[in-house]
């Protein structure tokens, strides 16, 4: 079994800063590429940042000079720090990771049970 546990979601004003957590456990013998994903009420998923496992990154225009991913592999957890929070940015928040078990030979993506994170006055 692996599973993706999320934390750090909440309430916060425009203009204020929150990070998110998402750690990987269970059978990992690799995690390949880790996600931030997130939905708003009547809209579809969208990819709001990923990180390779080699360093490389990329984000959503909407969040760029906001949002930082980063990952510590060794702890096989990724992190969202979200600065300048915007209402437009409420949203859950869902974790993904492209991990491989042990004994298995392919990866294949998991998800966390998401975080709501909302930003109102």
């Known amino acids: 079994q692996v599973q993706l546990a999320e934390s750090g979601g909440g309430l916060v004003q425009p203009g204020g800063s929150l990070k998110l957590s998402c750690a990987a456990s269970?059978?990992?013998?690799?995690?390949?590429?880790m996600a931030w994903y997130r939905q708003a009420p009547g809209l579809e998923r969208e990819l709001v940042a990923a990180?390779?496992?080699?360093?490389?990154?990329n984000y959503v225009d909407s969040v760029k000079g906001r949002f930082t991913i980063s990952r510590d592999n060794a702890k096989n957890t990724v992190y969202l720090q979200m600065n300048s929070l915007k209402p437009e940015d409420t949203a859950v928040y869902y974790c993904?990771?492209?991990?491989?078990?042990?004994?298995?030979?392919?990866?294949?993506?998991?998800w966390g049970q998401g975080t709501q994170v909302t930003v109102s006055s």
């Open positions: 993904n990771a492209a991990i491989k078990r042990s004994g298995n030979s392919v990866y294949r993506d998991y």
């Open positions: 269970g059978s990992i013998f690799s995690i390949r590429n």
């Open positions: 990180s390779a496992r080699g360093g490389s990154t």
